[in-house]
Nanobody, 124 residues
Framework: QVQPVESGGGLVQAGGSLRLSCAAS??????MGWFRQAPGKEREFVAA????????DYADSAKGRFTISRDNSRNTVYLQMNSLKPEDTAVYYC???????????????????WGQGTQVTVSS
């Protein structure tokens, strides 16, 4: 398979933490990103990282609370989410760019490969 595969979603109380994982096996990818879509809303950017040089980019809503990282040996990208809020409730998607696009970015159109998503629910 060539799509990223997410895991780690679930139900958590406000103020809690979750770590999402994205396994990127089957091919070599460029930058990896996390996006989310809440009910009735458009999908939005959360964070992204470059496989090769590790530079990152975050949405304002994620800065200071979420951390994106990668483990090249495991071909896995992580999204550590702390101080979760009910408004973080959404389906979280992992996305990947082709290998020749290493820079992280917020533009969904630059990501060619998408996972199926994992549900994150934050209760108040």
């Amino acid at each position: 398979q060539v799509q990223p595969v997410e895991s780690g979603g679930g139900l958590v109380q406000a103020g809690g933490s979750l770590r999402l994982s994205c396994a990127a096996s089957g091919r070599l990818f460029g930058a990896m990103g996390w996006f989310r879509q809440a009910p009735g809303k458009e999908r939005e950017f959360v964070a992204a990282i470059s496989w090769s040089i590790g530079i990152t980019d975050y949405a304002d809503s994620a800065k200071g609370r979420f951390t994106i990282s990668r483990d090249n040996s495991r071909n896995t990208v992580y999204l550590q989410m702390n101080s979760l809020k009910p408004e973080d409730t959404a389906v979280y998607y992992c996305a990947a760019k082709p290998m020749n696009r290493q820079l992280p970015s917020a533009s969904q159109h630059e990501y060619d490969y998408w996972g199926q998503g994992t549900q994150v629910t934050v209760s108040s």
